[in-house]
């Protein structure tokens, strides 16, 4: 991370032993922040992961030169996020990332994989069925014709993060559950020389059902972001229609929006 006056320090004793962080005190941005986002860096890139212990408030603060207080304010936002849990007897612990994903046409594995994320795929479904009348209108085929219908659950680091629901063409590449275990599904089209070109693709958010937050690790009723798209090669032809649920509290997306002249 660059500095802009500050001085970077390595923190010894702790889980963050290797990590260096640059405090820039002539920032306007407050130092509580700048130690935050770092710290908040280091976790999505799995520097620290889950169940690294970050040591005592009191040893951070005179390590890095800063108030108890700004240290605690600190580390207190990544509580509110959901990074860090603090642990009566163990002490201030890592507990996920939140997973950002970027909205264009990836995939969740390689999104996860380029983050460091570690991801791991269960095949729960990878069959043949009869297309229903809104999977053959996504897919553009009759109702009833035979497609394919895949259903993964997707983790990070051991622990869940989506549960995706897949059709496909029959006939357009054989899906072998071992390597949908060992890969992704845009990779496997990509290695069949299908190239991905466009998508329609709508975000929602509800409420998980108790079959969800079962799959997901989650409460009944906790908060699930949705997805729902359908992926276009570069003839036009539809080549899969995706119906996904994310973890709200373990999963994003990214916008960027750009003003028009």
Do not use: C, W
């Amino acid at each position: 991370m660059p500095s802009t006056g500050g001085r970077a320090r390595a923190l010894p004793g702790s889980a963050v032993d290797a990590l260096r962080f640059v405090l820039d005190r002539g920032s306007p941005v407050p130092l509580y922040y700048q130690l935050a986002q770092q710290l908040e860096a280091a976790i999505e890139h799995g520097a620290l992961a889950p169940g690294d212990l970050l040591g005592n408030e009191i040893d951070l603060s005179t390590r890095l030169g800063l108030s108890r207080p700004t240290v605690r304010q600190a580390i207190q936002s990544l509580v509110d996020k959901g990074l860090l849990v603090r642990r009566r007897g163990v002490g201030t612990q890592v507990v996920h990332s939140q997973v950002r994903r970027p909205l264009e046409l990836s995939s969740l594995y390689d999104d996860l994989e380029a983050a460091g994320q570690g991801p791991s795929t269960r095949v729960l479904r990878n069959e043949r069925v009869p297309a229903s009348a809104d999977v053959a209108a996504a897919l553009t085929v009759p109702e009833g014709a035979e497609v394919v219908v895949l259903e993964r659950l997707r983790s990070t680091h051991g622990r869940p993060v989506a549960f995706l629901r897949n059709h496909l063409p029959a006939g357009l590449l054989e899906l072998e559950t071992g390597r949908l275990e060992s890969t992704g599904l845009y990779r496997m089209l990509r290695a069949a020389g299908i190239t991905l070109h466009s998508a329609r693709q709508t975000i929602g958010a509800r409420s998980a059902t108790g079959e969800e937050a079962a799959r997901l690790d989650e409460a009944e009723g906790a908060a699930l972001l949705t997805m729902r798209r359908t992926a276009y090669d570069d003839t036009g032809r539809v080549v899969e229609y995706g119906t996904h649920v994310y973890r709200a509290s373990r999963y994003a997306f990214e916008f960027q929006l750009l003003v028009r002249p």
